[in-house]
């Protein structure tokens, strides 16, 4: 985990479900609110990764665009989890989104600004 002027970075690797290529991995902004993970779309593709929706998501600015999503096996501080990936424009910063977290039972702790993991995930 790296921090960077209160901002919290992790490595995360992304690789095709079932697939044999090379997972991208790269530092990627901590984003609690996104929802979905994000990547470059041409490292999603040189993944094996491919789009298999298209959906419209709200922007930091307000502004609503739609993009491709592709469903990635998504790995971090040890865990494994799976789920929705955007392609989006070669020059994006990579994002963690929210629901890959806590499907892990991890946090942020804003105070802080580090990762943590829940002694437990919730099924209540």
């Known amino acids: 985990?790296?921090?960077?002027?209160?901002?919290?970075?992790?490595?995360?690797?992304?690789?095709?479900?079932?697939?044999?290529?090379?997972?991208?991995?790269?530092?990627?902004?901590?984003?609690?609110?996104?929802?979905?993970?994000?990547?470059?779309?041409?490292?999603?593709?040189?993944?094996?990764?491919?789009?298999?929706?298209?959906?419209?998501?709200?922007?930091?600015d307000g502004q609503v665009k739609e993009f491709h999503f592709g469903l990635a096996q998504i790995e971090f501080m040890g865990e494994i989890t799976s789920g929705r990936v955007i392609f989006a424009d070669d020059d994006v910063e990579p994002l963690l989104g929210v629901t890959a977290l806590e499907s892990v039972g991890i946090f942020v702790d804003a105070a802080n600004k580090t990762l943590k993991r829940l002694p437990a995930i919730p099924l209540k």
């Open 1 to 60: 985990m790296i921090h960077r002027m209160g901002l919290t970075y992790v490595t995360v690797k992304l690789s095709a479900r079932a697939g044999k290529r090379r997972p991208y991995s790269a530092s990627f902004l901590v984003d609690t609110g996104a929802t979905d993970s994000m990547a470059p779309g041409k490292a999603l593709r040189k993944a094996g990764i491919k789009p298999v929706g298209k959906t419209a998501y709200e922007l930091a």
